[in-house]
């Protein structure tokens, strides 16, 4: 049986305050990781193939901004996914080992139908994780909801991908809050931005900043 809304809310806020409360935060998803070196060659900007990159991405003073609309063309001629703006981190695609994404993102009011990231590379699947947000909320996939009010803040996010472990654990603003299995596949990679998916608004938008890769 599902729980409402606004149950998730209550226990999304009362974990946060507890964690708070007990100095939880401080346990960060990051220790014992090793950052890789990243500079903006590895960021690879996926968008409709037939408009100009600076009409669907920005990079300004530290804050990729992404949008994309719901009419828009697939990233390239031949694909048949639907619209998307999006960073493929280039040069650190992964068949072993536990890996790690963090970034702060931001979603402004409005955007809906959308994954936000993703760990790309799984078998028969395209993709080992998505985060997506419907209507304020940030979901595993279409369900279940992690985070109900995810609209108009910013937030860090920390997903962690554990390849022979067959997991992959989420953090939001340095807490737990869900684990999911691996969905096999032999190459992976991260993505984030804006990818349409079911239900979507006709603008679809994030921010992301501190994006980092880590590796144990």
């Not at 554990?162 to 684990?179: M, T």
């Amino acid at each position: 049986m599902k729980r409402p809304l606004f149950v998730l809310t209550i226990l999304y806020h009362l974990s946060l305050n507890f964690h708070q409360t007990n100095g939880l935060e401080h346990n960060d998803p990051t220790n014992g990781f090793i950052a890789q070196p990243l500079n903006q060659s590895n960021f690879l900007i996926q968008r409709p193939y037939n408009v100009p990159q600076d009409t669907r991405y920005s990079f300004i003073h530290g804050v990729h901004k992404l949008w994309v609309y719901s009419t828009d063309k697939p990233h390239s001629i031949t694909s048949k996914t639907r619209p998307r703006t999006e960073i493929h981190i280039h040069g650190y695609d992964y068949s072993s080992g536990v890996w790690q994404f963090e970034g702060h993102g931001y979603v402004p009011s409005g955007t809906s139908g959308v994954c936000i990231m993703q760990v790309f590379g799984a078998s028969p699947h395209a993709t080992t994780l998505m985060l997506r947000v419907y209507n304020g909320s940030l979901t595993y996939y279409k369900d279940p909801v992690l985070v109900p009010n995810i609209y108009d803040r910013w937030f860090r996010l920390n997903v962690i991908h554990d390849v022979e472990a067959s997991n992959v654990k989420v953090f939001i603003d340095g807490i737990f809050i869900h684990e999911a299995p691996g969905r096999g596949g032999t190459s992976h990679y991260f993505k984030c931005g804006v990818y349409a998916q079911n239900d979507d608004s006709y603008m679809m938008e994030s921010r992301w900043k501190g994006i980092r890769v880590l590796k144990k």
